[in-house]
């Protein structure tokens, strides 16, 4: 056993709203430079919807992650000397067009218009040009019409979906969508690590932050090819690539990333999580549906007093450990088993964990009662809202965000792992509902909280740590002892304000 | 001093000093700034012609032309048979045409391109003028002076050799028709160019993939130590 800490985020989709302060957050501090214009370390997705970049979860196309055939574990995207063949041209990469042609507005025109019969407008340019143009993409290009059929209908998580129920998805005025925001899982076993021929891709030891060393990267951009989740991002200006850095230089000083902590939904909590290094290959090496089990297995109990003791042997110390055992990713993803990686066919081992979204579940349900009452079209269900809790609790395989496609998200399929992370979802909402509403539990509550395989006194955390935790709660931060580490040969002060990345030489291409 | 010992005799020194001096400190010092900047995010199907041409040309010449420098007398043996002459400049002309073509393509692919026009600088325009001239001037002296691979140990072996060994002789050039000259010298350019442009990624090819295991883990604290 070979332990090793992790910073982990978790994202609990039920409580995001969209609204992509995230997003803005790490623009601001990170990304707003040349040739960074069109990142964005962190995105907000609109699902059912093609992503940013569009379309990037189809790896037929852009060979993200690995395969697992006969035994082997392989990237999808080369074999080494594949790799070194390709640097000439690297057939997998996406083109700026997949992300969107970044676009400002001359506002200036605002102001120098000569005068005239009609209101001045700033018209879109480039930032790559500088040339006019008309933007016919974005990172948020699908935002809330993501159930359109315009959108939506290119999405690979549909497949396995029946017919009937892929035509419900984007039913006229009964469009079902959620949000997915998306930063670097700062994989276990990465892609972009394994696929840089020159090895300036690494993975910390100490936190588990996956970084590019910006001196050694020589722009053979493999990285952006074989990250299945497209989180590597090539700097066009610099000529080297470029990601999201997990805000170490926050972490290392007790801040949380800036997406989450400005996230105004309070959707993301922050964590340590123990993990046994030495058994990261095979826990990649299985077959698809037991992929999230197997990851999950070599996450470490912070309590057992053998993974303690093996802790300390790696050096870890006291706070960290600490740290582990107070995590809420810990509680979320081992624990309650209410979260997951997203994608985890991917085989990368992503350590960012989401809890499924609830909120959009009920429709279809309603929709599937009132048949059954004779009814048709928008007629309100007459029967009371708690009842109706409990219709969706008994059915949730009808519910209106299908399982199935949770499942293509969250568990490479494997609904089984989905529906009882919905069903304690959904147990704790009733009994807090009847709590807070009904001034009473019902028996038929309790039975249901038991079904789900829920205490009262979990259930009662779970609410707790869902919606109504401190920041201290959501964001537990082990102490970084940044006095010894080495970034304190820099100074600080000099490196704010300059692009977190320190250049030696400030960019002079695209000027 | 004329002509011939300035650009043949003199200058080779210049560009090889420049090559090496300012190629190691760049390197050592600046090593954000070393680089393919790859253009490839913002241009695909030009380049794929044009990068897959140029480089396999260029590559396979070079090294055609490492071989002819290093075991001249092998060259000479190998080309005793008409046939295997035959095959060795059909293949040699072929590679240069392609990097010909390949450049030619770079070229007014960085010129009529917007998007890969902004993000150029006027060294990125300058190297591949001077590749052109280089294969374009490689390529007439094959086509116009056969043959090439028959000549070369008994001219230019020598005359490389007598730069690298610091006796240069720069006679041996001076009766060259012009096109093999200027292919001479626009090499000594093109290492002259090569320490202050996107050149210096040619010495950054990354062998050391095929033996490195997949994954990096570095342990930032034991470093500081
Ligand atoms: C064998 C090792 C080499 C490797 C791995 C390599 C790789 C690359 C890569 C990745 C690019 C960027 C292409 C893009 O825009 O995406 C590039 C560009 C370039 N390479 Fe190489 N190269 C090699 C050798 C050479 C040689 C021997 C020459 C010339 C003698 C050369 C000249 C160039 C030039 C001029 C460009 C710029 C092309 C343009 O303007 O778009 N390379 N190379
Ligand atoms: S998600 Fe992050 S760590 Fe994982 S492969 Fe992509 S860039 Fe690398
Ligand atoms: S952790 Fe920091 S760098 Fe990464 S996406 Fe969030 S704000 Fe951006």
């Given at each position: ?17 969209g ?27 609109t ?220 959707i ?38 053998e ?99 949770l ?62 935790p ?42 | ?12 020194y ?9 190629t ?30 140029m ?10 032309h ?14 005793a ?47 591949l ?41 720069p ?5 060259l028709?012009?096109w ?7 090499f ?38």
């Open positions: 056993m070979k332990v090793r800490t992790h910073m982990s985020m978790l994202f609990h989709l039920d409580k995001c709203i609204c992509h302060t995230c997003s803005i957050a790490c623009k601001n501090l990170w990304t707003d430079r040349k040739g960074a214009e069109y990142m964005w370390w962190n995105n907000v997705e699902r059912p919807g093609a992503g940013y970049p569009t379309g990037w979860e189809d790896q037929d196309r852009f060979k993200g992650g690995w395969e697992y055939k006969d035994g082997h574990l392989d990237l999808r995207l080369h074999s080494r000397t594949q790799g070194l063949f390709r640097l000439f041209f690297n057939p997998a990469l996406p083109s700026i067009d997949d992300y969107y042609d970044p676009y400002t507005f001359r506002y200036s025109d605002l102001f120098t218009s000569p005068e005239g019969e009609d209101q001045p407008t700033a018209v879109p340019v480039s930032m790559i040009t500088g040339e006019v143009m008309t933007p016919t993409s974005g990172p948020n290009w699908d935002d809330d019409l993501g159930g359109s059929p315009l959108y939506a209908q290119n999405d690979p998580n549909l497949k396995g979906l029946d017919p009937e129920v892929r035509a419900q998805l984007s039913e006229i005025e009964g469009v079902v969508f959620q949000y997915l925001p998306r930063i670097c899982n700062h994989c276990l076993n990465p892609g972009c690590v394994a696929a840089c021929p020159t090895g300036a891709i690494y993975k910390r030891a100490e936190d588990g932050v996956v970084l590019v060393n910006e001196n050694k990267c020589k722009a053979w951009r493999m990285c952006v090819a074989a990250c299945p989740y497209k989180k590597v991002y090539y700097n066009w200006a610099t000529g080297k690539s470029e990601k999201c850095i997990l805000c170490f230089p926050r972490l290392e000083t007790g801040q949380a990333p800036a997406c989450a902590h400005s996230c105004v939904g309070r993301r909590y922050m964590g340590v999580l123990l993990y046994d290094a030495d058994r990261i290959p095979e826990a990649a090496m299985v077959p698809d549906d037991q992929l999230v089990e197997s990851q999950l297995g070599i996450i470490l109990d912070p309590f057992d007093p993974v303690i003791a093996a802790a300390k042997a790696e050096g870890i110390d006291d706070g960290w450990i600490k740290a582990a055992q107070n995590s809420p990713i810990y509680k979320f993803v081992k624990v309650w088993r209410l979260a997951f990686p997203l994608h985890p066919e991917y085989r990368t081992l992503a350590m960012m964990f989401y809890v499924p979204p609830l909120s959009p579940v009920v429709s279809t349900l309603e929709k599937a009662l009132r048949a059954s009452q004779g009814k048709e079209g928008l007629v309100r269900l007459d029967i009371p809202e708690t009842d109706l809790d409990f219709e969706v609790y008994e059915s949730l395989e009808r519910a209106r965000m299908p399982v199935k496609y499942a293509n998200l969250f568990t490479a399929g494997n609904e089984s792992l989905v529906v009882p992370a919905l069903k304690k979802m959904l147990a704790v909402r009733i009994l807090k509902r009847q709590e807070s509403l009904e001034g009473g539990v019902t028996e038929k509550a309790l039975r249901v909280l038991q079904d789900a395989g829920l205490t009262l006194e979990e259930a009662e955390a779970i609410y707790r740590l869902t919606t109504l401190t920041l201290e709660e959501r964001f537990v931060l082990p102490p970084y002892h940044r006095e010894m580490a080495a970034e304190v040969w820099k100074d600080p002060l000099a490196h704010k304000g300059e692009t977190g990345f320190g250049y030696i030489q400030p960019p002079l291409r695209g000027e | 001093m004329n002509w011939n010992t300035l650009l043949f005799g003199v200058f080779p210049i560009a090889l000093t420049l090559a090496v001096v300012v190691a400190y760049r390197m050592a010092y600046r090593p954000f700034s070393v680089s393919a900047q790859s253009s490839q995010l913002l241009e695909q199907k030009r380049l794929f012609y044009g990068s897959i041409a480089h396999w040309g260029l590559v396979l010449v070079l090294l055609g490492l071989l002819a420098l290093l075991i001249p007398k092998g060259l000479l043996l190998w080309n048979v008409p046939l295997r002459l035959y095959l060795l400049e059909i293949t040699g002309l072929g590679l240069g045409l392609w990097a010909l073509v390949g450049t030619w393509v770079l070229l007014t692919r960085r010129l009529s391109v917007a998007r890969v026009r902004a993000a150029s600088t006027s060294m990125d325009y300058l190297v003028v001077v590749i052109l001239v280089s294969a374009l001037s490689g390529v007439l002296t094959a086509l116009l002076y056969r043959f090439g691979s028959y000549w070369f140990p008994a001219v230019m072996t020598p005359y490389l050799w007598s730069i690298f060994t610091l006796q240069p002789r006679e041996l050039i001076a009766d028709p012009f093999t000259q200027l292919h001479v010298f626009n000594w350019v093109f290492l002259a160019v090569f320490p202050f442009s996107r050149l210096v990624h040619i010495i950054t090819v990354p062998l050391g993939y095929v033996l490195r295991p997949w994954q990096i883990v570095i342990w930032v604290r034991k470093l500081a130590r």
